[in-house]
């Protein structure tokens, strides 16, 4: 699984999301919010993809921070 890194949208910024997750094509997007109480852990969690290398359903991990 490739990771593809990009900036925060404006939106995102103006929503206070400091990190967002999404496995491309068509996934879910997770967002990270400034004032979560883990969001360490969870950042973390989400760039830990290993669990999808095998997956034909998704090719890369596109991470906005």
């Not at 400091?18 to 883990?38: C, M, R, W, Y």
């Amino acid at each position: 699984m490739r990771k593809v890194y990009k900036k925060l949208t404006k939106e995102q910024k103006t929503k206070g999301v400091i990190f967002s997750s999404q496995l491309q094509p068509g996934g879910t997007a997770h967002e990270v919010f400034k004032n979560d109480e883990n969001k360490h852990k969870v950042i973390a969690r989400l760039e830990d993809d290993k669990f999808f290398n095998n997956s034909s359903n998704f090719k890369y991990n596109e991470i906005r921070n």
